[in-house]
């Protein structure tokens, strides 16, 4: 059910930019499919680095007029540029206006605020082909961060292979996070 709910909510995401190079300039996008999240305050679409044309060893560079744009369910929700994640930057967010969500009917998912209520989760492939269970647990090497189980390829319905962008969610639907790595 978490899966559908998911696959019935999600928004593409184009980020881009003028990309300026040494022989030619041209507009370089890459698009995404993930679903939008909130807060309690903001509402956002939330991405890997890996699903845009940036590059964290030199971000930005080679770009002029960096942009993004979602859409859901053909309507347009935002339109302007990228935010990097402050705790990591390998999650960006793009802005989206809450009544412009509401009106095209997507489920805005909150991020949850007892991420361990539920020893495991749901993992959902960062295109949403494939979703598995999985157990993860607090590394108290790196706060902020949780790390899964080793026996989570076991668990997994599928062909399916955890990987930077998948999206974490929990039981109750709430949004534990982003696979960073």
């Not at 489920?107 to 007892?114: E, S």
């Not at 962008?165 to 960073?180: N, Q």
């Amino acid at each position: 059910l978490l899966f559908q709910d998911f696959l019935s909510n999600r928004v593409e995401v184009v980020v881009g930019g003028i990309a300026t190079g040494l022989f030619s300039n041209g507009l370089k996008e890459k698009a995404s499919a993930t679903v939008l999240v909130s807060d309690g305050t903001q509402t956002m679409a939330l991405v890997h680095v890996n699903e845009s044309p940036f590059n964290l060893s030199i971000p930005g560079f080679g770009f002029d007029q960096p942009t993004a744009r979602v859409v859901g369910r053909g309507t347009a929700l935002a339109s302007g540029g990228t935010a990097f994640l402050r705790a990591d930057p390998r999650g960006m967010l793009v802005a989206v206006a809450p009544a412009l969500a509401q009106k095209a009917g997507l489920r805005v998912y909150p991020l949850a605020k007892n991420p361990f209520k539920f020893p495991d989760a749901l993992l959902v492939s960062r295109g949403g082909r494939y979703y598995g269970e999985v157990e993860f647990r607090l590394d108290p090497k790196t706060p902020g961060y949780v790390r899964m189980k080793t026996k989570v390829f076991s668990r997994l319905f599928g062909e399916f292979s955890p990987s930077a962008g998948d999206l974490v969610v929990s039981r109750s639907g709430e949004i534990l996070g982003l696979m960073v790595n």
